[in-house]
Every structure is written in C-alpha cells, then in structure tokens.
C-alpha cells in the first residue's frame, strides 16, 4: 500500500483566506510541493507564487492532485470537502473548525465507498518532518526520526512533538485526528499506519475527555500492536458535562473521564504518564 | 445550545409533531381550568423541585403563578411559565433523536416507560437513521415495540416528522419524555428536551432565552490562587493539569484558540484578574496559526493598561517565538523555558 501521507502534490483549498496564505507560506517553507490552491471566483491570483484556481477540476485538467488541505471558512467547509471527495483525491486534510455536525454527517455519507481518506476536521492536520508539512504544526520545532504521535488536539501535538526535539529524539508522523465529535481517520487507522512501517519505533498516543475513541485505541493496542506505546490524556480535573474548547470535549459520563481512559491504556500495556513532561522523560527513558 | 420546553414544543409544532394546547402566561392573565403550569427552566428535575403544578380551581392559578416566578430550581428562577391543558394519559413512553458519537450516525431511542425515572432505566431500543425514507420501517418497529399496533400510522409519521425536525435545525438531540398516548387513543409531547448545535447558527436566525454555552472559558475553581491561559482545548486541559500536579490551585481552564489577538488576550486579562484569591498567572502558548508576537504584545499591553495584574509566568513556543522574545525582552518581561518552570516559579509567590 502507498502511504497517503507521502503523497507529492498537494493542494490547499481556501488558500486566499488569511490563514490559507499563512500556512501556505509555512509549508511551502517546509518543503512540501504545494501545486495549487482553490478558492471558488479567485481564479488567477497567486499566493506565495502558487497559482489560485476556481475549482479541484480545473487543477487536475493539468495535475494529479494527491492531497488537498482544506482551510476554508466553517460555512463552506461541507461544499469544499464534498468538491474533494467527487474529485477522488486519496487524502482530504480538513483544518477547519467548526463545521456543524449535520455537514459532517452528510459528509461521512459521501466519504462511503468514495476513494478519499479524511483527516479531520479540527485537526492541525500531519507533519513527515523532512517528508510533508501537510497542515498547521509548525515544522521548526520537529526532528526526522522514529517516534510516531496521534493526538486529538493541535496544540498538545506540538507541546509533545517540541518535547521529543529537544530530548534528540526525531519523529515519522506527527498526526492530529482533530477534536471533533464527527471526524475520519480515528486512533485505530494512525496506530495501525505506525505498526504497520518500519521506521516507527514508539507509538505516543494523546487523548482527552469526551467520547470512546481511546478506549477503542486502548483495546485495539492490546490486540494487534507490539511496538512500545506511551499515552497521556488531558483533562483529569474536568468538570463533568461541560464542553472543554473542543466539541468532542464533553465529559458524558465517568466511562469518558481522563482517570478511566488512563485506566484503561494502562491495563491494555500502554505506559502512561500524567502529564506531557512526564511522558516525554518515559519516551526518553525507554530509549535509555 | 439548551432550549427551553416551550421554544423546543415550538419547534416540534412547526414540525407536525402533536404538542398539547399552550399559552405562555404571566402574573395576571387567564385561562380557564383545569390546566398544568410549568416553570421554564433550563434544567431537569423541574418536576421533583415543585416546578410543574396542577391547576384545578380558577382561583388557583395566581398564586401558583407567582409562587413557580419566585421559586429557584438549581440556581435557576424562569424568566416565563408555560400554561398547558391537562391530559388523560393512559401510557407514557420515551423517545429520542441524537447524535451518536460510537456510530457517528444518527440514532433514536425509545423505551416502553416513559416519564421522570427514565435515567434510571436501561434497555432502551434504537435504531439508526440515515435518511427520512428509513422513518415508515422504524414507525412500524416501534409501534410493535410500544405494544401500540393502533397506532402504527401516527408513529410512522411521528417518526419521519421527528428526523426532519432534527435535520433541519442543526439539532444534536430531542428527547420527547414522556410521550403520551391519551385516553383518546393520540399521541402527544408531554416534555420536550432539545439541544441545537451551537457551530450552525449561521444558517438559522436563533432568538432563545439560553445563549450558546461559554466553551472557551470555563471556572474551575473561584477560590483558586492560579489562573492558566493556554492555547488550544488539550493544552489548556494540560495546563490545569499540571498546575494541579505542582501543588497550584488552578481557578479555570481557558483556551485563547487558534489565531489569538491582543483584543481577545486582554479581554482575558480582565476577566481572569476578578479571581479574589489570585497570586500568579500561567500563560503557555504554543503557537500554532496563533502567532507568539500577538501574545507578547497583548502581555505587554496588558501590563500597562490592567492594575493590580499578579505576577505573570509565561512559556511560549512555535510561530515567530523569536520575535515575541525580542518584544518582551525590550519590555522586560521574562520568559520561562518551559511550563514545569514556570509552574514552579508561580509557586514561590503563593503564600497560601
């Protein structure tokens, strides 16, 4: 299987947008072959020097298109990644927050028998340092390496990613599956991605309150992972039933807590720290 | 966003869902009896707390108005009271249209008993929902459910209704509890819970009593000695985390978000300096499309233009780190390397 993440060229779509040319900025500075952005009705503007089309379509009469970045405003996020699913690119990277839960909804029926990965939305997006910036974390605090990291928050991600940089201790993928109730590629599919190459060494999971998925992660790692996994989940002082930032930070009942999902990892064999330094001195640690 | 009975029976109305005849009532006006007055509070347990009172006597219904405006039901006293007429239930049922996080579908439940004690039931039945083609075959299933095959076409449509009600509002769940079925074989909304999503209200022209809930600034702890502000939901969680971990009293969690001001870290500032018992500020900042200069010139700003600002501790990192350095710096602000020092120099100034 060809790993989506290492996909060539790459588009942003919202790329006008403030933030769009910002990060386009970035990852154009990381490296990454970003081709072309799409904001519908700036056909013909440039951004950084890359060129602005109307459509998906209108790039791919002249390009294949492997991955799109999606930054567009909340409203019109449904009718952007719908444009990428029709237009079959294989990863579909959703930075946007915000996107109402009935449009993911819609999207997630599309998104059935298409050809098209989700990552997101509410995701910083994944960073291959040295490979692909594919997003929002900012590539100068990372390090080529080993090391693995899935996350549901952005600025977590990075906090861990910077961490591991200072200790020596490189990455493979920086992922962040976003924060939101509805979302594509979970814990399960970054996990089995890590087992799966050679290159990753170390898993680290991050987690928060609100819904299962690390608890689904935590049984998947017991069944069919055999590399080291570290984990740590933010929030053990959260008020219950009070959303925390993220929509899918929502404590519903004590199965969603901080204390049951650490419970949980650490009875599945996942090391797991109570706070970001001290999972970063376990990684370190465990490398002796 | 939480709606309140009334403005959620309205929206069920609007959708052809039968809810009982109703007028909303003030100090005054009348109705003739009898009739079931409801304090409209955003909240459960209403009727366990005396919120809801049947009106049998004419003479009944003003003191009871009164009493229900003065009477405070978990912290809550209601701005407006709902008058309905009384039903003759013969059976309650229990059901409900939500967003299910496991399935990343849509979902309704029901149960066979309906009413106050339904949080204590388990063994309700679902079923998944994709289109409003799927609403005919769950009406018919949960009739057979309810034991009601009488009532087949009502729940069909009931059901079918119930999805596009959902649907169209951005609703992320409505909970019709009790259902009734009335000694006149209909089906009616007895209580109605519904909650709308708060990221489509762009699309909808909402004017409910509840605002959208606060997500980004939440109180911890109002006796607390340290208030964190961090950028991004995990960080922030993070943060409060570890400031328990070293032995600080956390007061809140708040999340700057991504793409942070100096007009929103101000507005921060002033809110968090109300803590009485606040001796030190964490701020960590890990900069992502936030920008780190926008957070040193707010710190800076904030350090003029706010008095009594207890000492502040702050780690930045990520997008333009350098020049967020060189503004504090020149402005004699000092920077921490990292969070565990930062948390760990707040603790040397608390003295309680």
């Not at chain 1, 490979?131 to 990291?149: D, E, F, Y």
């Not at chain 1, 087992?195 to 069944?223: C, F, M, P, S």
């Not at chain 2, 990343?104 to 039945?125: D, S």
């Not at chain 2, 009616?188 to 699309?203: E, H, I, Q």
């Amino acid at each position: 299987m060809t790993n989506l993440f290492e996909g060539k060229n790459v588009i942003v779509q919202g790329m006008t947008g403030a933030h769009g040319s910002f990060q386009t900025k970035a990852m154009l500075a990381a490296g990454t072959n970003v081709i072309a952005g799409v904001t519908p009705g700036k056909q013909g503007q440039e951004i950084e020097g890359v060129k602005v089309y109307d459509s998906i379509k209108a790039i791919q009469e002249t390009n294949q298109v492997d991955i799109t970045v999606i930054c567009v405003p909340a409203p019109y996020a449904k009718a952007a990644i719908l444009e990428a699913i029709n237009a079959k690119i294989p990863l579909i990277i959703i930075i946007t927050e915000g996107i109402p839960v009935h449009d993911m909804l819609a999207v997630n029926k599309a998104l059935k028998g298409s050809q098209s990965t989700l990552l997101g939305p509410n995701s910083p997006g994944a960073l291959l340092p040295g490979i692909n910036k594919l997003g929002i974390i900012p590539a100068n605090m990372s390090r080529r390496g080993n090391a693995a990291i899935v996350s549901r928050s952005g600025t977590l991600t990075y906090e861990t990613m910077a961490g591991l940089t200072d200790k020596g201790i490189g990455q493979k993928y920086v992922i962040g599956i976003g924060g939101d109730i509805i979302h594509g590629m979970g814990y399960k599919e970054c996990l089995e991605l890590f087992e799966n190459d050679e290159e990753v060494d170390q898993i680290i999971l991050i987690g928060e309150i609100g819904g299962q998925d690390e608890i689904e992660a935590a049984h998947y790692i017991k069944g069919c992972v055999t590399k080291p996994v570290f984990a740590y989940i933010a929030g053990h002082h959260a008020p219950e039933g009070i959303q925390l930032g993220h929509a899918g930070a929502i404590l519903g009942s004590a199965l969603e807590s901080a204390d049951n999902k650490t419970k949980i990892l650490a009875e599945s064999g996942v090391k797991t720290a109570g706070s970001i330094t001290e999972l970063i001195t376990f990684i370190a640690s465990a490398r002796g | 966003m939480k709606l309140l009975e009334y403005e959620a029976k309205h929206l069920l109305k609007t959708a052809h869902i039968p809810v009982p005849m109703s007028r909303l009532i003030k100090l005054g006006d009348t109705l003739p009896t009898p009739l079931v007055l409801k304090s409209q509070v955003p909240t459960g347990g209403r009727g366990k707390a005396g919120g809801i009172i049947m009106i049998d006597k004419p003479e009944d219904l003003q003191p009871a108005i009164d009493k229900l405006l003065k009477l405070e039901i978990k912290g809550f006293t209601p701005k407006t009271l709902l008058a309905e007429e009384k039903l003759n239930i013969k059976k309650e049922l229990y059901l409900s249209i939500l967003i299910d996080r496991w399935s990343a579908g849509i979902k309704i439940f029901a149960h066979k008993n309906g009413g106050v004690e339904v949080e204590e039931n388990t063994g309700f039945t679902s079923w998944s929902i994709e289109k409003k083609s799927q609403a005919e075959a769950i009406g018919q299933q949960l009739a057979d459910y309810y034991e009601l095959p009488g009532q087949t076409f009502a729940l069909q449509d009931l059901t079918e209704n119930f999805y596009d009600c959902f649907v169209k509002n951005d609703a992320t769940l409505i909970e019709i509890n009790p259902l009734i079925l009335t000694e006149e074989e209909n089906l009616v909304a007895g209580d109605c819970k519904m909650t709308l999503d708060d990221a489509a209200s762009f699309r909808h022209v909402w004017n409910f009593e509840e605002k959208p809930a606060e997500v980004n600034f939440v109180t911890i702890n109002p006796e607390g000695n340290t208030a964190t502000i961090a950028n991004g939901a995990g960080l922030a969680m993070a943060t409060v985390d570890a400031a328990y971990q070293a032995g600080l009293k956390p007061t809140n969690f708040l999340d700057i978000g991504g793409g942070a001001n100096e007009a929103t870290l101000l507005k921060a500032f002033e809110r968090i300096v109300k803590y009485k018992n606040l001796q030190a500020i964490i701020i960590n900042i890990f900069a992502g499309i936030t920008r780190a200069d926008e957070v040193a010139k707010a710190v800076v700003a904030a350090k003029k233009q706010i008095n009594n600002l207890p000492p502040l501790f702050i780690r930045l990192a990520g997008t333009n780190y350098e020049a967020a350095e060189k503004i504090l710096t020149e402005n004699n602000v000092a920077l921490l390397p990292n969070l565990e020092s930062a948390l760990h120099a707040a603790k040397e100034v608390i003295h309680d």
